[in-house]
């Protein structure tokens, strides 16, 4: 895995869905903060692109967007939050959360981490890289993976899902690559910061079940965004 982990079936349920469509909500309304206009607003233009790919429905998205730029019910209050340690069998995981009650999310997080360890800051992101990820399809009449990355300023490329590519860069160039990238005619799907595992690690078909079923816990929490971990494929 050694990205962003993604829990599988999301849609199986109501109450799982609602839970996507809250994290959603909060994504867009943490990228409306630099304003209303995705046009002007390439963060925005993102979160609302994935909001629509899940379909969350239209007026909550406009509602988030109106709330995140402060046009309804006052600013949003919002924090990024990350925590680390290690789930089951000592595999490293780093997890955003995006939070309004610091103290209710460290609450959580401390539940929420019994079956595995919780860690201080630095306690496990020593082993993982910090990079920009671009999900993107190539442009009508295809081109070369390589190619794009080297002329946009990636820094490698690999192969995604359903013939996507996945471009890694440097954190402070994600915003230059994305819109090189989409100047060539790639569509993008996703383009964030993320946490990519440099070494990791191998645990059996039993294990691996205890693994996923701790992250499909902590992914159950409101106040919890992106879970990276350090689980090989």
């Known amino acids: 895995m050694g990205a962003q982990w993604k829990k599988k079936h999301k849609e199986a349920a109501a109450d799982q869905r609602g839970r996507v469509f809250g994290k959603l909500a909060k994504e867009v309304m943490m990228a409306a903060r630099a304003g209303a206009d995705p046009s002007m607003n390439a963060a925005l233009r993102m979160a609302i692109d994935a909001a629509r790919k899940q379909s969350l429905p239209r007026d909550t998205l406009q509602r988030a967007i109106k709330r995140g730029a402060g046009l309804l019910d006052g600013p949003v209050q919002f924090e990024l939050v990350t925590y680390e340690g290690f789930a089951p069998h000592q ?19 401390r539940v929420l981490f019994r079956k595995g360890q919780q860690g201080a800051s630095g306690s496990v992101s020593w082993d993982f890289t910090r990079c920009g990820l671009i999900e993107a399809d190539p442009p009508e009449g295809g081109e070369d993976p390589e190619e794009a990355a080297i002329e946009a300023g990636a820094d490698d490329v690999k192969p995604g899902e359903e013939g996507s590519s996945s471009f890694i860069t440097a954190p402070n160039v994600l915003g230059a690559v994305t819109k090189a990238l ?30 996923e079923a701790f992250l499909d816990n902590m992914d159950g929490d409101d106040d919890v965004q992106n879970i990276y971990v350090a689980l090989a494929e």
């Open 91 to 109: 595999v490293p995981v780093i997890v955003e959360c995006l939070t309004d009650n610091k103290n209710r999310t460290a609450s959580n997080m």
């Open 182 to 211: 989409t100047e060539r005619g790639w569509k993008t799907a996703s383009s964030a910061l993320v946490w990519i595992a440099k070494n990791p690690v191998t645990v059996d078909a039993d294990k691996r079940a205890d693994v």
